[in-house]
């Protein structure tokens, strides 16, 4: 079974200070992962994708994730925080073995705390 | 092009009753999929739907929980006898098609709590 952990529940950065999330999977055949980001009350929004490729993937508000198969980690970095980049980060791997990256699997979050 | 639409955003029910949640799907989409997000968890997958069709229910509950995506219609997903434990945010995704290059589209959820 596919499984996604994000080791750090509860990141703070300071704004203009760089940013890595953590994310490692366990999934026995080519992941199809993502980044989401939950600001609070809403629903989630896409930040990037990789299914296959360049494992260097660029995405919106700044954000990129290298994929990296022998570490089974895909972190996700953004050089420059914002006040407004304060929110839940989710991690999720696809179940692409069943046809579809849609049935998704979750981490369990990192909630970021950006400071002024 | 309207995004994933949830409605109520917030429910609230005493424990015994029926929570009826419902998701439009954006346009052109036929492929709906509900999750749950407990307080402090990450999102659980629960059910697949196509139109007035179950494709993979294996993330619901075994009783009380029910889902249906009619022909016609928003897709719902029915908690009968709701308990404290069902207190979570619900979020329907929407996708085009089945296949391994398909991105899921998420309403802003419901969040219902139970009293």
């Known amino acids: 079974a596919q499984s996604v952990t994000q080791p750090d529940i509860h990141i703070t950065v300071s704004e203009g200070a760089s940013l890595e999330l953590r994310c490692n999977y366990s999934?026995?055949?080519?992941?199809?992962l993502f980044w989401y980001v939950q600001s609070p009350g809403q629903g989630l929004q896409l930040l990037l994708k990789y299914f296959s490729g360049d494992t260097l993937v660029q995405g919106i508000k700044g954000f990129e994730a290298e994929f990296k198969r022998s570490q089974s980690s895909f972190n996700l970095r953004k050089p420059s925080v914002h006040w407004s980049d304060a929110a839940e980060y989710f991690c999720?791997?696809?179940?692409?073995?069943?046809?579809?990256?849609?049935?998704?699997?979750f981490g369990t979050g990192t909630r970021l705390q950006v400071t002024l | 092009n309207a995004g994933v639409m949830q409605n109520p955003r917030h429910l609230v029910r005493r424990r015994g009753q029926e929570a009826r949640l419902r998701c439009s799907p954006m346009k052109g989409h036929s492929h709906v999929y509900w999750y749950r997000q407990l307080p402090e968890e990450g999102l659980k997958f629960m059910v697949y739907?196509?139109?007035?069709?179950?494709?993979?229910e294996s993330g619901m509950p075994k009783e009380r929980f029910s889902a249906e995506f009619p022909k016609e219609g928003p897709s719902i997903l029915r908690i009968q006898q709701v308990v404290r434990g069902d207190s979570a945010a619900y979020f329907c995704?929407?996708?085009?098609?089945?296949?391994?290059?398909?991105?899921?589209?998420f309403g802003q959820g419901t969040r219902l709590t139970v009293v």
């Open positions: 999934y026995g055949a080519t992941p199809y």
């Open positions: 999720a791997v696809g179940a692409g073995n069943t046809g579809t990256a849609s049935k998704l699997t």
């Open positions: 995704a929407s996708s085009e098609t089945y296949d391994s290059y398909t991105e899921a589209f």
């Open positions: 739907l196509q139109k007035e069709n179950i494709i993979d």
